[in-house]
């Protein structure tokens, strides 16, 4: 089992991190920074409400995903302009998992704002939460996080660094950087996972009489981008793009179930360029693969301009995953899928390794940090979620505003957090060392018994990457057991 900590530096401060489990639940400390942000708002903030009317809706009387798409973009992209004072456009929108349902006569209210900016791109963030007018009852429907570039005359351009002011602020830049990480080696983790991790491929053991061959899922739609589908620079929006995914992608799942699936998840619509007025879109759908109660469906976005064009550019793909609920929104079983061979195949076992990665992410990759595991099973699938894990839970941990000084003895400060039912230290010595030399003390957790008794001996088990290493500890016994305590720990020097 791996378990966290993590190192930080800071002005000559070398600080030490490490969380435990406390025996009682502690009661939260009062946060000393709510004095200086009561009434504040994050400039970049930007709120939008729909009522939603039947216009709006699928066959069941629901808020249809493609239209909520529409909306959640347009809000980010106010606030990601707000922010860099021009013209910006859609790069990317992270993995959003649906939790709520929306009916006709609720209200819809959306926030973004921008978590992080970074050289020409930046994170925004998006809450999306119902409400009935009615009964003042509130649920949240889904967050996502989208990326954003802006452009200014056909140029990228150079944004200002924003300035967190609020504890939820602090975190979510922190964390930005990290999650960033994930986004840029996504497509190398699936490439890995299938070369070097064995996926389950069960089909073989299926029955081939409840199986639906795949092709007959198979959509093929076209769009013809017109101006009120354009953004005030004549590219399609992100949105537009996504609501019209998303519907291939329902009547290819329905074309499997022979019913209206619901969809629940979506991972990760990646724009690879732009389309603008007068482009065709050619949008492409099939379900890859069935799992006992979910099924995944890939979607491909083609553009050309003219129709005597030959070449197709790839604009946008993504993969939904749909669930068919019975009358108790319970999911029902599915049928098998028969993929064609060769790229149905390789589609298949994609689908399956998208299937691990989503499940390790959601596990690890909590968006509460309660729900965060204390320590996990490791696996090479998933180093890259436990890296991210490992480093966000202690940015997440710095970032928070009522750590508590418990006591200080020979310039050696210990602060405590006690939070629900973790009780964290924090300590903090100033050392008259150069920071270079401080740092490669601490990023080297061999060299720590050199400078901390508890430490006996430290024994590098595996080296993940240049900056995550995973360390067998061993330290001396405590009180009257005479067993010394042995550990493994994720160490990343990030």
């Known amino acids: 089992m791996i378990q966290n900590v993590g190192i930080h530096l800071r002005r000559g401060f070398a600080s030490v991190f490490s969380s435990r489990q406390s025996r009682k639940s502690a009661s939260r400390a009062e946060d000393s920074a709510m004095a200086d942000t009561e009434g504040y708002r994050n400039p970049t903030e930007v709120q939008m409400s729909q009522l939603v009317l039947p216009c709006h809706t699928n066959q069941r009387g629901e808020l249809s995903v493609g239209q909520l798409l529409k909306w959640i973009d347009t809000t980010a992209c106010l606030s990601a302009e707000r922010h860099a004072g021009c013209p910006c456009v859609t790069a990317s929108m992270d993995d959003i998992y649906f939790e709520h349902t929306i009916s006709v006569g609720q209200v819809v209210n959306i926030k973004a704002k921008v978590n992080r900016a970074f050289n020409s791109s930046m994170e925004v963030g998006i809450q999306v939460v119902s409400e009935d007018l009615c009964s003042e009852k509130q649920w949240s429907v889904c967050k996502a996080l989208a990326t954003f570039v802006a452009h200014r005359e056909l140029s990228k351009v150079k944004l200002k660094q924003t300035t967190p002011r609020t504890e939820e602020e602090k975190t979510e830049h922190s964390v930005a950087a990290e999650r960033r990480r994930l986004r840029l080696v996504y497509a190398d983790t699936i490439k890995d996972l299938l070369a070097n991790c064995a996926i389950q491929d069960d089909l073989e053991s299926r029955d081939c009489n409840y199986m639906v061959p795949a092709e007959k899922t198979r959509v093929e739609s076209v769009e013809l981008v017109l101006p009120p589908h354009a953004n005030h620079q004549g590219n399609t929006f992100g949105g537009q793009i996504m609501a019209w995914m ?249």
């Open 246 to 494: 998303e519907n291939v992608a329902t009547i290819a799942a329905s074309r499997l179930c022979r019913t209206h699936p619901t969809l629940k998840a979506i991972e990760m619509f990646h724009f690879r360029g732009p389309s603008q007025v007068g482009d065709r879109l050619v949008l492409k759908a099939i379900v890859n693969n069935t799992f006992k109660n979910s099924m995944e469906v890939g979607v491909c976005v083609e553009a050309y301009r003219q129709e005597a064009e030959t070449q197709r550019r790839h604009i946008n793909s993504a993969f939904m995953t749909f669930v068919v609920l019975d009358a108790n929104d319970q999911p029902q079983m599915l049928p098998w899928i028969r993929p064609q061979p060769g790229d149905g195949e390789r589609r298949y076992r994609e689908a399956s390794a998208r299937k691990k990665i989503r499940l390790d992410r959601k596990y690890i990759v909590s968006c509460k940090q309660a729900e965060m595991p204390l320590s996990v099973p490791w696996d090479p699938s998933n180093q890259v979620y436990l890296s991210y894990n490992n480093v966000s839970s202690l940015k997440m941990l710095v970032a928070k505003d009522n750590w508590v000084l418990s006591s200080e003895i020979n310039q050696v400060r210990l602060y405590i957090l006690e939070d629900d039912k973790y009780l964290s230290f924090h300590m903090e010595m100033l050392v008259h060392v150069d920071t270079t030399q401080a740092f490669l003390l601490l990023s080297d957790l061999r060299r720590r018994p050199e400078w901390d008794k508890h430490y006996r001996s430290v024994e590098l088990v595996h080296q993940v990457d240049e900056d995550d290493a995973i360390y067998h500890v061993i330290s001396p016994a405590l009180g009257g057991d005479a067993k010394p305590q042995d550990f493994v720990i994720l160490a990343s020097r990030r």
